[in-house]
């Protein structure tokens, strides 16, 4: 099984910050990387698909990059709307894994 | 629209059983992956099976051999057959799409609001 290791576990920052996430993977993905919003009740968002590209309809102050077994998020310019919990997944095999997750909480 | 709607969460007591549906709408489930991804209260994410566009299934250990995904095509559903239920199946389980064909994300990109299952 591929282990996701995703840091930080959480993070606090302002709005207007640049916020970086980073997920790991335990074996070569090349780019089978997503990421993912959560917010409280509320089903999962894709953000990032194939580590880079970025699912329609989501503003492009979210990026992603990477590739291999290293991989990050990237918000240019935090908005009050974006402190929730954030997911990296592979889709390179099953078992499909997910990071543990990283909450972005306000400062 | 291109939605997935989850039903069938319930309460059900240690070693019942469960069928959860998720009715999609907008899209042929046959032309997708079609998964089931679950959370426990207060936890993160975890995969739980999926039908493959070509109807090859997968489960996640902790599943397997309990639980059975399953697709009716003509209906454009996808089902979770849950038996021999356990305490830390409790979860909401959520439907969610996947394109592998190329065309689409090869992610989970549409989800439902989920069904609560609860084993106490």
């Known amino acids: 099984d591929i282990q996701m290791t995703q840091s930080p576990s959480s993070l606090s920052a302002s709005v207007g910050d640049r916020v970086t996430i980073t997920c790991r993977t335990s074996q070569t993905i090349t780019n089978y990387l997503n990421w993912y919003q959560q917010k409280p009740g509320k089903a999962p968002n894709l953000l990032i698909y194939?580590?880079?590209s970025l699912q329609g309809g989501v503003p492009s102050r979210f990026s992603g990059s990477g590739s291999g077994t290293d991989f990050t998020l990237t918000i240019s310019s935090l908005q009050p709307e974006d402190f929730a919990t954030y997911y990296c997944q592979q889709s390179s095999s099953t078992p499909y894994t997910f990071g543990l997750g990283t909450k972005l909480e306000i400062k | 629209e291109v939605q997935v709607v989850e039903s069938g969460g319930d309460l059900v007591q240690p070693g019942g059983s469960l069928r959860l549906s998720c009715a999609a709408s907008g899209f042929t489930v046959n032309n997708y992956y079609m998964s089931w991804v679950r959370q426990a209260a207060g936890k993160g994410l975890e995969w739980v099976s999926t039908v493959f566009d070509g109807g090859r299934t997968d489960y996640a250990d902790s599943v397997k051999g309990r639980f059975s995904i399953s697709r009716h095509n003509s209906k454009n559903m996808v089902y979770l057959q849950m038996n021999s239920l356990r305490p830390e199946d409790t979860a909401v389980y959520y439907c969610a799409r996947g394109d592998s064909s190329g065309w689409g994300p090869d992610a989970f990109d549409v989800w439902g609001r989920g069904a609560m299952v609860t084993v106490s």
């Open positions: 194939a580590a880079s």
